[in-house]
């Protein structure tokens, strides 16, 4: 399977070989940015429980923006005063890590809220999906990949010529590349 994921700047700086080119080979996990529960208009990303079991997707709608339908493995539940965040590692033909909220939810209460991410359920959704790496995650619910890239695209942000174009590179130096974005194309395994 071929996914284009945006490469955080500070998960690259947490990258030890500190290099990374065409054809390096990776282990990693895929994890989308907060998605808020049932909020269809959320910059972030969105999710919802389905009913009925469709087949696992994992579709690319933008460069780093992608459709998913998926069963929970696992969830792991985070109460904070006002809100509850699930940690959730769902199958989507391949394994993909989710961090929610669902502002309805009542932590005060117990109430998990109706869109709770429960294990065997399913979840649909809209999001941004990164890498992360397996060793300095934070998520308590990931799977780690394997890939490798098959393409490498800077969008350049600094001032100055070239401004706002996506040009293709060949290696990224170890050095912070911030406020540029890194969209890597990984063949993935698991």
Request: hydrophobic content about 40%; glycine content about 8%.
């Amino acid at each position: 399977m071929s996914l284009t994921i945006r490469l955080p700047n500070q998960t690259y700086n947490d990258y030890l070989p500190k290099t990374i080119a065409l054809g390096t080979p990776l282990h990693f996990f895929l994890d989308f940015d907060l998605l808020v529960a049932r909020d269809y208009d959320s910059s972030t990303g969105w999710y919802e429980r389905v009913s009925e079991q469709p087949a696992p997707i994992l579709q690319q709608i933008g460069r780093d923006q992608y459709a998913f339908c998926g069963k929970v493995l696992a969830v792991e539940v985070f109460r904070r005063e006002f809100d509850i965040y699930y940690f959730v590692l769902l199958d989507c033909g391949v394994p993909v890590s989710l961090t929610t909220v669902d502002f309805d939810a009542d932590p005060g209460s117990g109430d998990l809220g109706q869109h709770a991410p429960h294990p065997g359920r399913w979840l649909m959704g809209i999001g941004y999906l990164a890498l992360a790496w397996g060793d300095t995650a934070e998520h308590p619910c990931t799977q780690t990949l394997s890939g490798t890239v098959t393409a490498l695209d800077r969008l350049v942000l600094r001032p100055g010529p070239g401004f706002g174009q996506l040009r293709p590179e060949e290696k990224l130096q170890p050095l912070s590349f911030a406020p540029d974005q890194i969209f890597l194309t990984l063949n993935v395994s698991d």
